[in-house]
């Protein structure tokens, strides 16, 4: 039986200390995806948690056109955020079309742009195959029954999903994290935060050991702009997202004159569909339009027959959320 | 309180659960709430290949880990005697036999240690290597053992092939269902204890008296000396009808240690532990003329079975009652694969055959141009269509008119992709629905006291059904007492044999055997010369006795033999209207209506309560529900509750739920069994409502996105 050790952190500097001091110690915040990973599923294998819960990194403040999300706000929380409800619409819809309510008062935000994905071939340690578990192991996915799997930045070394609803709008929005460690502290955009796969699934961000998310800073949509997010999946409530988009536009006499798009449900990591924003931009608000900036969203995809669906799927999830937000 | 008058109107009232207090005060005790003093906790060990041999095990590591108290493994367990076939036609190949691994996660071993954290962790210290073989995983898979007519089923009456060829108008459609988990909520849970040469066993099973049965043959004790409790069960489905191998393991545990051994199942482990319903495919063929009257029903099933397993899959059973025709053929295979082993799920074989059968219909009725009810009122069997007798009840003509009223069926447009909404194709469909009479014999026993309480005790369980209410508003009324006064004592082998809480069977055998010991007491009474309006008290007050007990005995199955009635199971309607969002492939249910005859209810509450149940389960039947097998491993890949997909309150739309009939005319009581029906006709209702919003008709269940794109 593996022990695994558990400490509360009395302030920010112990915790930094008591995780860095040890290679595998981890922070523990919300709990919601780290203690199934190491408790129930094994198939992390932390020495020890270090518990970051009652740190003073709560609540939502506004300096200027951005917002300041502290790590360890609840998504249940920041969907309640009266600036969130009305200056980034889509990243209070996504926050309320993930997960539970009962999930959403523990996760938080912190822990929801690290949760780990739902790949059910790295959640089985069973499952010998798990290049993410154990780089150069395989992919048993692949091969297997893929259908909650990622088709954009996915590879044959990996297509495991980075399955957050909340990481698609904070995306398009151009959201930076504040990283804090005994160094100080650096900000990073969210888009270049994640790591595709590569030859090194295991590595799915740039933070380094015993660094902490303190914050999300994240810019308010420009006046003028709607937004909207779409999840589409077979459950009404309470699944993943088999496909999403979120979508923020500014239409001007017909035609875009600024646009936003994220994608989930797709993605290896949290995708911004940079290619399909260039479409958008310039263009007239219409089916056309829509239907070529999902086109070029959906460039390349990795498929296997599980998931070969989501290339299309995605498309008209684009165009649905294109036509909804300009109409 | 009178000893020869019946109480009126207890029958049937929506009275609360009597044990709902309980239940939602946490005080029922279900399985894995028993702990017995010196108790000690296991852990299994699982196959992590889905074909082969074992080759070499190494059990040393997890025999020195802390608390280990033993381990036990085919090399080194002692045998076991095989378990007999049950009632149900279902045997079990009996754990630790030999060397062979027949599928993933197959229970090679259990851990026996001093917690259940220390059993889990040695349980991954134990070292095993197999000889590994490419699994059979697959129904289409050529290399599968097929069986043709393994347990008599197939049928025919008249010339099929002649009507077929025929006939005006013919339909040939092959409908195909995914392997589905029955995933009650409690986790199933051993705890064995031998005393002296008598064996306890709380255990979750449905069938406490076939249990005894195959534990006393297994570990050759008699009979008397095996108790099975289980007052509370949390949820089976039909996965509690099998004897399972965690069951055995446990029970052996225990015996090797001479403790009380617990074990208790995680939620992964349900998925391949406890059964599931088969993956099936079935073809059937309709001949019919220009009217839509049938002239020929030919249905051919096939279903994954255990390798070398032997269940029944029914899926034919029910095709030759369901509709007048003259010409009617059944085929029944089944194939055997490396997947965990399968067993029974609400309405097993009926709800299959009854998707295939009621989407077949819907596609005559659109090659025809007759509306699905009136289509459905055409080939109404007046008496049961192989026996000719007349049906004991039967009121699916009320359900269907009944269910379209309700639902508002008349002002439907037929034509497919008729209606809009938003972004929604709005379909509406319908299917009928015929179950089976199905009944073992029962036996009870029933005493009154001076007090004026009567107990009712039986071996059989309750497995959240309402099993405990109604024995007690029988009892009631047939004693003409109160509820309040009836003490019911269920879940226990050390009462009277009883069927298992499976096949819609157990509500209407109780309430017969409860009848004839009522019967019999009143004989009793009569033999002590009780006064008119004299209470149960005074008269045994009379005669210095402490209590009255008779026993009361019901084989309806046996009475049925000679019947001039065909005793007749439930039937039901249901509408489903749903919402495609056709370009992204989402279905939704917008309104469903389900009519139900279940003869005359026991409890309304409790027996609206099954059919909600049933409509829920349709719902994840239709359009969510499937187990996926890793097609290189054979491990099932969705086993947990985030993977795979049962509805959640946002899928279920307000259900209309409505009974009619009468009593059943068979049935001394007038009841039949409706835990099942509730689901029959729920997933051909949406598919049916789903091709008429789309123009689309979807063979294939689950109807996920996918199919839709």
């Known amino acids: 039986m593996s022990d695994i050790g558990y400490v509360r952190a009395a302030d920010q500097g112990s915790a930094l200390a008591l995780v860095a001091e040890d290679p595998d110690a981890v922070f523990l915040a919300g709990g919601t995806t780290e203690l199934d990973l190491a408790l129930k599923d094994q198939v992390v294998h932390p020495s020890r948690f270090v518990d970051i819960g009652r740190l003073p990194l709560r609540g939502v403040t506004r300096d200027g056109d951005r917002l300041r999300v502290a790590a360890l706000t609840t998504m249940e929380e920041l969907a309640a955020d009266p600036t969130v409800r009305d200056r980034l619409p889509f990243v209070r819809e996504a926050l309320l079309l993930g997960a539970s309510t009962q999930l959403r008062n523990m996760a938080t935000i912190g822990g929801n742009l690290l949760q780990r994905t739902r790949c059910r071939y790295f959640r089985d340690p069973e499952v010998g195959a798990c290049n993410k578990r154990e780089p150069g192991s395989g992919c048993a996915a692949i091969k297997g029954v893929a259908r909650m799997h990622a088709i954009l930045g996915a590879g044959p070394t990996c297509i495991a999903l980075h399955a957050s609803d909340l990481c698609v709008p904070l995306v398009a929005m151009d959201a930076e994290v504040e990283l804090l460690d005994a160094d100080g502290t650096r900000t990073v955009p969210l888009t270049q935060f994640y790591r595709t796969p590569g030859d090194r699934p295991d590595v799915e961000n740039v933070l380094r050991h015993g660094e902490l998310v303190t914050h999300v800073q994240v810019p308010l949509l420009p006046a003028g702009a709607r937004s909207g997010y779409l999840k589409v999946r077979d459950r009404t409530s309470y699944e993943f997202a088999t496909t999403s988009a979120g979508a923020a536009i500014t239409v001007e006499d017909g035609t875009i004159t600024w646009a936003r798009l994220g994608l989930g449900g797709v993605g290896t990591v949290p995708w911004r569909a940079w290619e399909a924003e260039s479409v958008l931009v310039g263009a007239p608000a219409n089916e056309r339009t829509f239907r070529a900036a999902a086109e070029a969203a959906i460039r390349d995809p990795f498929t296997v027959p599980g998931t070969a669906f989501k290339v299309e799927l995605a498309k008209r999830t684009i165009v649905r959320i294109l036509r909804t937000v300009t109409s | ?709």
């Open chain 2, 1 to 709: 309180m009178t000893a020869t008058l019946a109480k009126e109107n207890v029958i049937g009232r929506p009275i609360d659960r009597i044990d709902g207090r309980r239940k939602v005060a946490g005080a029922a005790p279900y399985p894995s709430d028993f702990d017995l003093p010196g108790q000690v906790h296991a852990a299994l060990i699982s196959s992590t290949v889905a074909a082969g041999r074992i080759t070499r095990i190494d059990r040393s590591r997890a025999e020195a880990a802390p608390g280990v108290l033993t381990v036990l493994t085919h090399d080194n367990a002692p045998a076991l005697v095989d378990p007999p076939q049950n009632a149900l036609g279902s045997t079990m190949r009996r754990p630790l036999r030999d060397d062979r691994i027949l599928h993933y996660g197959q229970h090679i071993g259990i851990v026996v240690a001093n917690t259940r954290a220390e059993a889990l962790a040695a349980a991954k210290l134990v070292e095993i290597e197999y000889a590994e073989e490419d699994p059979v995983l697959d129904l289409d898979d050529p290399r599968a053992a097929v069986e043709d007519n393994p347990f008599g089923m197939a049928s025919s009456r008249g010339d099929v092939p002649a009507a077929l060829a025929a006939a005006d108008v013919t339909v040939d459609g092959t409908y195909t269902i995914g392997a589905e988990a029955n995933s009650p909520m409690g986790l199933f849970t051993t705890v064995a204890s031998w005393q002296g040469g008598r064996l306890v066993v709380h255990d979750t099973t449905q069938a406490p008296s076939f249990l005894r049965i195959a534990l006393s043959v297994m570990f050759e004790v008699p009979e008397e000396n095996v108790r099975v409790l289980i007052p509370f069960l949390g949820g089976g489905f039909g996965a509690g009808l099998r004897l399972w191998s965690h069951t055995v393991l446990t029970t052996l545990a225990a015996r090797v240690l001479d403790r009380p051994v617990k074990l208790v199942l995680s939620r992964p482990q349900m998925f391949h532990s406890v059964g599931h319903r088969a993956a099936s495919r079935q073809r059937v063929q309709l001949g019919a003329d220009r009217d839509g009257r049938l002239t020929a029903l030919d249905h051919d099933a096939i279903a994954a079975n255990g390798m070398g397993d032997n269940l029944p899959s029914p899926i034919v059973a029910v095709t030759p009652a369901t509709y007048a025709c003259a010409n009617v053929a059944t085929h029944e295979r089944r194939a055997h694969l490396n997947i965990p082993y399968t067993g029974f799920m609400r309405a097993p074989g009926a709800v299959e055959a009854h998707f295939a059968i009621e989407s077949a219909l819907d596609e005559l009725a659109d090659q025809t141009g007759v509306d699905p009810v009136e289509l459905r009122l055409r080939n109404y069997a007046e008496v049961h269509p192989e026996s000719g007798k007349p049906w004991s009840s039967k009121a699916l003509r009320e359900c269907l008119e009944v269910g379209a009223q309700r639902f508002g069926w008349a002002g439907r447009d037929p034509a497919p992709r008729s209606t809009h909404d938003g972004d929604q194709l709005v379909g509406q469909g319908m299917a009928g629905a015929s179950f089976e009479f199905y009944a073992l014999p029962c036996t009870v026993r029933l005493a009154v006291d001076r007090r004026g309480n009567a107990t009712v005790r039986t071996a059989g369980t309750d497995i959240g059904t309402g099993t405990y209410t109604i024995t007690a508003q029988i009892t009631a009324e047939l004693l003409g007492i109160d509820v309040e006064n009836v003490r019911v004592v269920i879940g226990d082998t050390d009462q009277p044999p009883a069927p298992q809480s499976g096949g819609s069977g157990l509500a209407g055998a109780l309430a017969a055997a409860i009848q004839n010991a009522a019967g019999e007491l009143a004989e009793q009474l009569a033999r002590l010369d009780g006064r008119p309006g004299e209470s149960f008290a005074s008269l045994l007050d009379r005669h210095g006795l402490d209590e009255l007990a008779v026993t009361g005995y019901s084989d309806l199955a046996g009475a049925a033999t000679h019947s001039d009635v065909a005793p007749a199971g439930a039937f039901a309607a249901a509408y489903a209207e749903v919402g495609v969002d056709e370009e992204l492939g989402v279905v939704r249910v917008r309104r469903l209506v389900s009519v139900i005859d279940g003869g005359r209810v026991f409890n309304a509450k409790t027996a609206r309560s099954q059919a909600i149940g049933g409509a829920v389960m349709g719902i994840g039947m239709a359009l969510l529900e499937e187990l996926a097998y890793d097609p290189n491993s054979g491990r099932v890949a969705n086993g947990t509750f985030g993977d795979y997909l049962v509805p959640v309150n946002l899928d279920v739309p307000d259900l209309d739920i409505t009974f009619v009939g009468e009593p059943d005319t068979f049935n001394p009581t007038g009841g039949k069994g409706l835990g099942e029906i509730g689901i029959v006709s729920i997933a051909p209702a949406i598919a049916n409502a789903v091709h008429h919003a789309t123009g689309r008709r979807i063979r294939d269940l689950p109807i996920t996105l996918d199919k839709m794109l």
